[in-house]
């Protein structure tokens, strides 16, 4: 019987590697004879660069850059085994967890992400895969594009300040300081949301209250990420403002498209391509996904609905177990993803608990569930030999 495990992380909690091993631990005390196939996915968001790294033999190299409230932090990036491409987190150096004790929605800066891009560039690498996700910014990418030399002036030719606020006095752009290194460097950003850069759906008004912005921000930050995507198209000729995708990670995509030849693609598309997804999961009977909420928006681009998808193409006749910290409560959007694909969907707490109990002890409830869908794995396989 052959077994594939490919959870994305249990965010808080678990790595993507460490669920992995805990469900395995679980599967392999009800069947110790299965052929058990482990591959940790991501989907663009924190631990896309983790998956990389180990789907490919390749390396994490630390860097000290700036973080999104322009304190140095350490951060890493990731030289893949080809020795050519380097796989970069955005939130490694603009995170949320980073800003956590103290949000600053309207300063928070990118610039660290464009450190990190000049040490990936500085160690050789030609080309880039960035991870768009888990950002604590909503500077449209412009603290990125300030570190890779281009100048963001107000009305009086000064450069200005960090963060998206400050981008409501932008007058000018100057890209003739741009690393010339971009040019000739082919991006690929991984990205799990479609969203603009402004209006209802976009960076602000969307992603801006789960970094700390009161209503009042949401719109000073819109307004001003408008002002910069007519300062963009004014002086580059780009139109970011509608662009999909272009409001990931607080408009770091539109940073991207504005002033590199970035394209994007499906984050966990691109994970199970360099994992070589398909060809493990060929024949397998059965796939466990997961990770650490799956709700109604797990359907559009998530990790697990992508390892479902292609588990089935992989596997025609595999059936798909999904495992969960947390399920949304609307028992109709998890039917739909029932009729998507997945053969059932688990929580993986034993009650109702508190969230640090939760966090605390995910890789024992994780093995513990693991353990008991294998019961049932043999169930049915005793069922079928039977009949």
Known sequence: MRIVIAPDSFKGSLSAREAADAIARG???ALPDADIVAIPMADGGEGTTQALVDATGGRLVPARVTGPLGTPVTASWGMLGDGITAAIDMAQAAGL????????????TTYGVGELIRAALDHG???LIVGLGGSATTDGGAGMAQALGVRLLDGDGADLPRGGAALARLEHIDTAGLDPRLARTPITLACDVTN???????AAAVFGPQKGATPAM????????AHYAAVILQDT?????TAPGSGAAGGLGAGFLAFTGATMRSGVDLVLDATGFAALAAGADWCITGEGRIDGQTRYGKTPMG?????RQASP??????????LGTDAGELAGLNDQGFTTILPIQPGAVGLEQALAHAADDLERTAGQVARLIVAARCHNDQA
């Open 237 to 241: 000729g780009r139109d970011v403002a």
């Open 196 to 202: 603009p850069l402004t209006g209802p759906h976009g």
């Open 317 to 326: 006749g595999c059936r798909v177990i999904a495992l969960a910290g947390s």
């Open 97 to 108: 967890t980073l800003a956590a004790d103290h949000p600053d929605p309207l300063g928070a």
């Open 125 to 127: 690498a030609r080309r």
């Open 27 to 29: 599967i392999r005390g």
């Open 218 to 225: 949401v719109g000073r930050l819109d307004a001003a990420l």
């Open 307 to 311: 390892v479902a998808r292609a588990a």
